[in-house]
């Protein structure tokens, strides 16, 4: 499709059903795979990351089949029983599966080699290379710790307690996945709580998992040498894809919009408190529990917002919907500051001064910092870019569709130069916009 520009919107109405969530769509499939016997997956993300999620389990033996009606079947390989790749596992853009897969197979005695898009193969892997490494798996990678890297699984692997230097749920998750097979107890110490997506559904699963809480930090214990027991999942819609309705519809004029089947974990749904904090009117209807995950339709109205602080301590739980985030504060009274968000530059892209660059492209005024952004919002005036304002994505999807948002509250529009890595992650999006802004 290449570059597209996105012009001021009528207002967005009626009810959508964003894709489903990718963190869980990555885990149903993973954990599926090691289950013995047959799992059935509906509401399942079909795009390119986790369709390469897919096809790394296939290699290792998972039987894996999509239905015409859209649910998938999967029967497992069995957890120890995985066969060793005859090919190298191309993970494509998806960091998440690359880090979860190296500790599935960090247990396993086979050899494996890990390739990736350019994108990724510019992502550091190092910190799940550390801990893996102690548990006894050895990796060659190439400089800088990044793909495309060779792993030898360990059998049997060594329990080990981790403590997480950096929050992250990609390392924890890594961690207990390779204490999965590993004889005793593996443990994760989480100083500061990351999403728990992992936690819930390998309890879904069958495996002995204890949480508990030490000196205010949480503690994860997985029992190894697990036998885990097929189930069907269904999951519950992305809240990171929701958050671009969410603030499209806070900042289009006469918006009245439901976004239907949103995971609200708690560890993942830090945009809708923050939006509220700003002064959005959100109200969740109907909430519900799916498969361990709390889930509700979102109604969301055109409202005025209001610049905050927002305190870091709620970064780990909307790391990704921050760009989507800037573009709310660019168009809310008043200064929005962020910071912590360190996370934010080692991305598909570095996407503090990216999103620097787009806004201040599309006629915000933007202040770069170290951590984050300063925004002085327009008081909900359109944004007036530059007439040639194009947005430099850096091949990153959730830049492009962040701009795309902005895009609909600008006067001149704001030109997108590359649309094509939405497909990562949300292949539907440009229709589902289209249609609500009927």
């Known amino acids: 499709m290449g570059s597209y520009t996105f012009t001021s919107s009528a207002p967005l109405k009626g009810r959508l059903r964003v894709p489903g969530d990718k963190s869980i769509s990555h885990r149903a499939l993973m954990f599926a795979g090691l289950a013995v016997g047959e799992s059935r997956i509906a509401g399942l993300l079909e795009g390119e990351d986790v369709l390469a999620t897919a ?4 290699q290792l033996g998972a039987r894996i089949v999509r239905e015409d009606d859209g649910t998938w079947r999967v029967n497992g ?27 599935l197979l960090a247990s396993h ?66 961690v207990l996945l390779a204490g999965l097979n590993t004889p005793g107890i593996t443990r994760v110490i ?34 190894g040498e697990a036998d885990l027991k097929p189930m069907d999942v269904t999951v519950p819609g992305d809240p990171s894809s929701a958050a671009f309705f969410l603030v499209a519809a806070s900042i289009v004029p006469g918006s009245d919009l439901v976004v239907e089947n949103v995971g609200l974990n708690p560890t993942r749904a830090g945009i809708v408190t923050v939006l509220k904090q700003m002064g959005a009117d959100i109200k969740e209807l109907d909430p519900r529990e799916v498969g361990g995950e709390p889930v509700a339709d979102l109604r969301v ?108 509250a600008s006067r001149d529009g704001v030109e997108i130069d590359d649309t094509d890595p939405i497909a990562t992650s949300f292949p539907t999006f440009m229709q589902m916009l289209e249609s609500a802004a009927q």
């Open 190 to 223: 989480e100083p500061i709580a990351t999403r728990d997506h992992t936690e819930r559904m390998l309890r879904g699963f069958g495996a002995n998992l204890e949480v508990s809480e030490e000196n205010g930090e949480r503690v994860i214990a997985i029992h």
């Open 77 to 103: 390989a069995g957890l120890g029983s995985l066969i060793e790749p005859r090919a190298a596992l191309d993970m494509g853009n998806s960091g998440t599966s690359t880090r979860l897969m190296m500790g």
């Open 55 to 58: 096809a790394a389990m296939r």
């Open 109 to 174: 005695g086979l050899t494996a080699t890990f390739i990736g898009d350019a994108s990724l193969s510019g992502r550091p892997m190092n910190r799940v290379i550390e801990p893996l490494s102690q548990m006894g798996a050895s990796f060659e990678a190439s400089a800088g710790g990044t793909l495309p890297c060779m792993l030898r699984g360990a059998s049997p692997a060594v329990p080990v307690t981790y403590r997480l230097p950096v929050a992250s749920a990609q390392v924890k998750s890594a």
């Open 301 to 408: 109205r055109h409202a005025p917002l209001k610049g905050i602080e927002v305190d870091p301590a709620i970064v780990p739980s909307m790391v990704d919907e921050f760009p989507v985030l800037f573009v709310a504060a660019a168009m809310a009274e008043g200064t929005t500051t962020t910071t912590g968000l360190e996370e934010l530059r080692v991305k598909e892209s570095d996407r503090i001064s990216v999103m620097a660059a787009a806004l201040t492209a599309a006629g915000a005024r933007v202040e770069e910092h170290e951590d984050g952004l300063t925004i002085h919002g327009t008081g909900g005036e359109p944004l007036r870019g530059t007439s040639n304002a194009r947005v430099k994505t850096h091949l990153d999807h959730r830049i492009a569709m962040s701009m795309a948002v902005a895009g609909l």
